[in-house]
C-alpha cells in the first residue's frame, strides 16, 4: 500500500472521529442528559442520623477517589454528612455526620447546609449556610477547614458572609472556586425588598482574596426571567465550572407554581453576565412513579470522562442522591469539552506514522 492511500486512511478514521463527536454534541446541546438506571445512589440510612433525607451532593475527585459531602436529617436536626467511592457510583458513607450546628447562641445553632468544598493543596475549605434563630434568623456563610475531610475546625470569625440589602431575607448554598488570586462565591439570597413569604430567590455573586473577607456584587446575577419559562419562579444552588476562558453554572430553578424543580445551565466570560441555555432545563424530574419524580435540584458536577452532575431527587416525601451523565462529547459553543481520549490517541497515532514515514523517506534518500 502506497504511502499516500496509508495517510487517507489515517485521516479518514480521525474524520470519523470527529463526526461521532460532532454527533455527540448536538445530542448534548438537546439537554438529553442520562440519568443512571440504578439512582438514587445514596439514599437515607434507615435507623441513623440521615434516616430521613440526603440531599444536597457536593462532589470532589482526586485522581483516585471520589468524596461526597451531603446534607442529612431525622426527626427535625441536620448535619452535614461524607461519603466516598472508587467509581462514583457505589458510595460509602462515613458512620457519622461531619459537620453540626453549633451551641445555643451560636450563629449557626439552627442548621447547617452546603456550601461547597475544595482543597487548596493542603487543606479542605468548606463555605457552608446557616442560621440561629435571633442573629441570623435568614441565613449567612461560615468557613471551615479540614486536613482530611471528615474532621472540620469551624473559622473562629464566623460568618464570614452576612446578611446585607442584597440578601437581608435570605443566604444559602454558597459555592466557591478559587482562581489564581481570587475565591469566587455564587450563592443564594434574597433581597430586603422581597417580603418575608417570597418564594422568588436569585443566585447571588461575591469576590475575595482570602477566602474570608467578602465584596458582594451590586446587583443579582442570575435571576427568573420570563413568566412562562420553567425557571420563572426562583433560581438557587448553583454549581460551578471553569475552562480557563468561561464559566459554566449548573443551577435549580422553579416556575411559578413553586413546585417540581428542574436543573438548568448557563454560561458566563466573567462570572456575572450569565447566558441561559436555550436546551433548558437539562434536567427535568422523572416519568411518574419513579424515584425523582416530583423534581430534581442542588446539582454537583465532577469532570471525569466527560461530565457527571450529582443531584437530588425526591417523590412522595423521600428523597436521595441520584447520578446523570452527559453524552460523550458534551458542549455547548462557549465552553471547551474534554478531549475525547480516542480521538486524541488517533491523531497521536497519525502523528507518529508521518514522522516515521518521513524518517523511512530520508534513509531511503540516503542510501540512494
Do not use: H
Request: net charge positive; charged share 10%.
Amino acid at each position: 500500500m502506497s504511502l499516500r492511500i496509508k495517510v487517507a486512511l489515517i485521516f479518514s478514521v480521525v474524520l470519523l472521529g470527529m463526526s461521532i463527536g460532532l454527533l455527540s454534541r448536538a445530542f448534548a446541546d438537546e439537554g438529553q442528559w442520562m440519568k443512571y438506571t440504578g439512582n438514587p445512589i445514596l439514599a437515607p440510612t434507615p435507623g441513623r442520623w440521615d434516616a430521613d433525607f440526603t440531599t444536597i451532593p457536593r462532589v470532589l475527585f482526586d485522581g483516585k477517589t471520589y468524596r461526597m459531602w451531603y446534607v442529612g436529617g431525622r426527626s427535625g436536626t441536620t448535619g452535614i454528612g461524607y461519603a466516598n467511592s472508587t467509581d462514583g457510583i457505589i458510595w460509602k458513607k462515613y458512620s457519622d455526620p461531619v459537620l453540626l450546628p453549633g451551641p445555643q447562641g451560636a450563629w449557626d445553632s439552627s442548621q447547617v447546609g452546603l456550601g461547597s468544598v475544595i482543597w487548596n493543596g493542603t487543606l479542605f475549605l468548606m463555605w457552608y449556610s446557616g442560621s440561629s434563630p435571633v442573629t441570623y434568623v435568614n441565613g449567612a456563610v461560615g468557613l471551615a477547614m479540614s486536613l482530611d475531610g471528615i474532621s472540620w475546625i469551624k473559622y473562629s470569625g464566623n460568618p464570614v458572609l452576612k446578611p446585607s440589602a442584597i440578601d437581608q431575607r435570605y443566604i444559602a448554598s454558597p459555592f466557591v472556586i478559587r482562581l489564581i488570586q481570587t475565591y469566587n462565591m455564587w450563592y443564594t439570597g434574597k433581597s430586603a425588598s422581597d417580603s418575608q413569604s417570597s418564594q422568588i430567590s436569585r443566585i447571588l455573586y461575591a469576590t475575595s482574596f482570602d477566602g474570608i473577607t467578602w465584596t458582594k456584587w451590586p446587583s443579582a446575577v442570575l435571576t427568573p426571567t420570563n413568566p412562562n419559562s420553567w425557571d420563572s419562579g426562583s433560581v438557587f444552588s448553583p454549581a460551578i465550572l471553569y475552562d480557563g476562558t468561561n464559566f459554566g453554572m449548573w443551577y435549580s430553578g422553579l416556575n411559578q407554581s413553586y413546585m417540581n424543580p428542574g436543573i438548568g445551565f448557563a454560561t458566563a466570560p466573567d462570572g456575572a453576565t450569565w447566558t441561559k441555555s436555550s436546551a433548558n432545563p437539562i434536567l427535568r424530574p422523572g416519568s411518574p412513579g419513579s424515584w425523582d419524580s416530583a423534581g430534581v435540584e442542588q446539582p454537583s458536577i465532577v469532570t471525569v470522562n466527560g461530565y457527571m452532575l450529582y443531584y437530588d431527587g425526591f417523590s412522595n416525601g423521600a428523597w436521595g442522591i441520584g447520578l446523570a451523565r452527559a453524552p460523550q462529547g458534551f458542549a455547548v459553543p462557549e465552553f471547551s469539552v474534554p478531549t475525547s481520549p480516542l480521538l486524541l490517541g488517533i491523531m497521536v497515532c497519525v502523528v507518529i506514522f508521518l514522522v516515521n514515514s518521513r524518517r523511512i523517506g530520508t534513509l531511503r534518500g540516503t542510501r540512494t
